[in-house]
């Protein structure tokens, strides 16, 4: 089986409304659809790289492409585990959780998007939520990082509810314009005291190693 060589795709993470694993191929091709169908307005881009302002079966694809070539490069020492985000069985999103050398750094990243059907119900947070359970539960993470542009209230609103803090802001040219990007961390203690959304974790531990640890949370 798939899960005996590869066995992140045997992880399952589950919140009172949302299941998040990695998807099939119909899954993934469902998941490229969602994309096409628009992620946000069109003269509101909350991504530095402009994938969605190609036409929707470019679009598409990019989503497909992404989704392979991240498992392509895989290492313990550098992954990203790119979840696809499921409401009542329905493709809403995809939540990622990505890590260079968390063994030693013991630090994560996260991005994200959601369907545009699917916004505005607060899946964006509790999704957020369950990676974090698994990088701070699961894996033994001290920080969790993230970003969004500056008028992306929506990703900066989901920061401030889990209790990320400031982490500076960057400067980036896009377009012809300046934009800012807000940098956000949060660290183990603030998840501790922020974490109200219950998740259960399967298949966790076979995927220890392929993530650079080499044993089961000890705290």
């Known amino acids: 089986m798939l899960v005996d060589h590869f066995p992140p795709a045997g992880l399952r993470l589950t919140t009172p409304r949302l299941e998040l694993r990695l998807p099939s191929p119909q899954e993934l091709a469902e998941l490229a659809d969602l ?30 492409h992404y989704h392979w070539r ?8 550098e992954w990203s585990l790119d979840l696809t985000v499921f409401r009542d ?8 959780l990505a890590a260079r050398d968390l063994g030693i750094t013991r630090q994560v990243r996260t991005t994200s998007w959601l369907g545009r059907r699917h916004q505005g119900q607060g899946i964006g947070t509790e999704m957020r939520a369950a990676v974090l359970h698994l990088a701070f539960a699961g894996l033994d993470a001290d920080v969790a990082l993230s970003g969004a542009l500056e008028h992306n209230g929506a990703s900066l609103a989901v920061s401030r509810k889990l209790g990320y803090e400031p982490d500076g802001r960057l400067r980036h040219a896009l377009d012809g314009k300046m934009v800012v990007e807000h940098r956000l961390r949060l660290i183990r203690d603030a998840w501790e005291r922020r974490r109200t959304v219950p998740v259960r974790i399967d298949g966790l531990e076979p995927c220890l190693p392929l993530m650079g640890l080499d044993a089961p949370s000890g705290r």
Request: net charge negative.
């Open 89 to 96: 069985g329905v493709v809403a999103g995809q939540q990622s």
């Open 35 to 64: 994309a096409a169908d628009g992620i946000h307005d069109p003269d509101a881009s909350p991504f530095l790289v402009r994938w969605t302002d190609a036409p929707p079966a470019e679009a598409a694809r990019s989503v497909i």
């Open 70 to 77: 991240q498992l392509g490069a895989w290492t313990p020492q």
